[in-house]
C-alpha cells in the first residue's frame, strides 16, 4: 500500500486531508501538513506544486459573492467525503471517476464545478479472466500471465523482482527471471478511459504509460542496448547508461537516446507520430531509414508520411497528461476533443465550422466526463479571428457526444 511519505502529484490532489488543508484552511489537517513536511522534507516540492495548482484555481470575484465561495467549498467539502461511498456512473460506459477539484482555465477566466464521485476500482489481482480484464489496466507477462493493476498503481523492477503497489493494499512481489539468455518481454496495456500508468524499468529509467496505450518492455534488458516498443503514447525519463543505447520504437519510426526524457505519441488511429524533447539529445528515425533527424530539448518532432519536420513546442503541454492534467494552448478544438475520447472511452465530435477554431485552457482530469463537457460548453473560449468567443452546448446519445454552438 503506497503511504503519504511516497506521495506524488496527483497522489497530494487526491487526499481529502490536504485539500481541506488548502481550500478551507482547517486548522487540523493545516497542522497535520505541516508537521508532514517536517518528517518528510524530500517531498516538499511536490506537496508545493500540488498547493500551487489548487491555488492557481481561484475565484473569479466578479463571479461568485462571499457566501456562493463558501458554499462551493462546503460543496467540495462534502464531495471529498463521499470517496468510500463508492457511487458508480453508469450513463458513460460505468467511467469510475476519481474525487478532486477540477477546473477549466480558459484565456484568463478560472471555473470551480463540482467534482465527481470517485471510483472504487478493482484492487491489484492476480489471474483473472480475460473478459474482466478487458477494459482495466493491466500487465502480461512473457509466460502469458496475466496482473490486473488497480489505477494509480506503480510497477517496479528491481534486483531480479517486480513489485506492484497500490493505494489500497499491500504490495505485492514477483519473481523475475534473470536467467533467461533470450530477453523476456513484458506488456503493460492501459485502454482507453483508464489513468495513465507509472512503472520503474530495470535500469531505473521511468516510464508514464498514457490512457489507450500499449508498452512492451523487457523485465530484464541486454547487456549491449536497451529496447522497448509503444502503440499509443509514453512519456520516459532515460537511465543514463553511455554503454547501453535506449531505443524507442514503434510502428513507423524508432528514438534514440542514451540519458534524456521525452514523449512519444504513436496512436494507432492518428495520422501522424510525434516525438517531443525535454531534456537531452535524441535521434529519431524512420523505420524505412529513408529520413533521420537529431532533436534538441523544447522541441517537437513530427512524422506523417513521407515528411519529417521539426518546430519549437511548449513542452508541458505534451506531457501534462502524465500529471493528470490537459494543458492546451491555441490548439484545434477537433485535436482537445480526441484526447477526451481517449481519456474517457467516448467518441466526443463537434461540428465541422468549429473543429478548427483554436482553444487555450487547462483541465484536471479527475471528474466524470459529463461535468467535464458541461464545463466545456458553459467556459471554453473559441478564439476567432475577430476575438470574440463563442457560447457552446453539446448533445449526448449514449456514448456519442456532439459540441456544437449554442443556437
Request: net charge negative.
Amino acid at each position: 500500500m503506497k503511504t503519504r511519505a511516497e506521495y506524488t502529484v496527483i497522489d497530494f490532489l487526491k487526499d481529502d486531508s490536504f485539500l481541506r488543508s488548502v481550500l478551507l484552511l482547517t486548522d487540523e489537517d493545516v497542522a497535520f501538513w505541516k508537521n508532514y513536511i517536517l518528517e518528510n522534507p524530500e517531498k516538499e516540492q511536490e506537496m508545493e506544486a500540488a498547493r500551487q495548482l489548487l491555488l492557481s484555481m481561484s475565484f473569479d470575484k466578479e463571479v461568485y459573492s462571499e457566501q456562493e465561495k463558501l458554499e462551493l467549498l462546503d460543496q467540495i467539502n462534502n464531495e471529498i467525503k463521499a470517496v468510500r461511498k463508492r457511487k458508480i456512473y453508469v450513463g458513460f460506459g460505468k467511467i469510475l471517476a476519481a474525487a478532486c477539484v477540477v477546473a477549466l482555465v480558459s484565456i484568463g477566466i478560472v471555473i470551480h464545478f463540482k467534482p465527481a464521485t470517485p471510483a472504487s476500482s478493482n484492487l491489484v489481482a492476480d489471474e483473472t479472466s480475460s473478459l474482466a480484464l478487458e477494459k482495466e489496466t493491466r500487465l502480461v507477462l512473457a509466460g502469458e500471465k496475466t496482473i490486473a493493476i488497480e489505477e494509480g498503481g506503480d510497477i517496479l523492477y528491481e534486483n531480479g523482482e517486480m513489485t506492484i503497489s497500490s493505494m489500497s493494499q499491500q504490495d505485492k512481489r514477483y519473481a523475475v527471471d534473470t536467467e533467461s539468455e533470450e530477453v523476456q518481454y513484458n506488456e503493460l496495456i492501459v485502454p482507453k478511459g483508464r489513468r495513465a500508468s507509472h512503472l520503474i524499468l530495470d535500469d531505473g529509467s521511468k516510464v508514464w504509460v498514457n490512457s489507450g496505450s500499449k508498452f512492451r518492455f523487457p523485465a530484464t534488458f541486454a547487456q549491449d542496448k536497451r529496447e522497448v516498443y509503444v502503440e499509443g503514447e509514453i512519456y520516459i525519463e532515460v537511465a543514463k547508461d553511455p554503454k547501453r543505447p535506449f531505443f524507442v520504437k514503434t510502428s513507423e519510426m524508432q528514438v534514440r537516446a542514451l540519458g534524456t526524457r521525452f514523449n512519444v505519441t504513436a496512436y494507432r488511429d492518428d495520422l501522424s507520430q510525434m516525438v517531443v524533447l525535454v531534456e537531452g539529445l535524441v535521434e529519431v528515425q524512420s523505420n524505412d531509414e529513408t529520413k533521420k533527424k537529431i532533436l534538441q530539448p523544447d522541441h517537437m518532432l513530427t512524422l506523417a508520411g513521407n515528411s519529417m519536420d521539426i518546430k519549437v513546442a511548449n513542452t508541458y503541454d505534451f506531457i501534462s497528461w502524465k500529471d493528470g492534467l490537459l494543458q492546451f494552448r491555441s490548439q484545434p478544438l477537433s485535436m482537445i476533443l480526441a484526447k477526451i475520447s481517449r481519456h474517457y472511452d467516448l467518441y466526443i465530435d463537434c461540428e465541422q465550422d468549429i473543429k478548427d477554431l483554436k482553444c487555450s485552457g487547462k483541465l484536471v482530469l479527475f471528474d466524470d466526463p459529463k461535468d467535464v463537457l458541461e464545463t466545456i460548453a458553459r467556459t471554453i473560449s473559441l478564439e476567432k479571428p475577430d476575438s470574440k468567443t463563442v457560447p457552446m452546448a453539446y448533445e449526448m446519445n449514449g456514448n456519442t457526444i456532439l459540441l456544437k454552438k449554442k443556437s
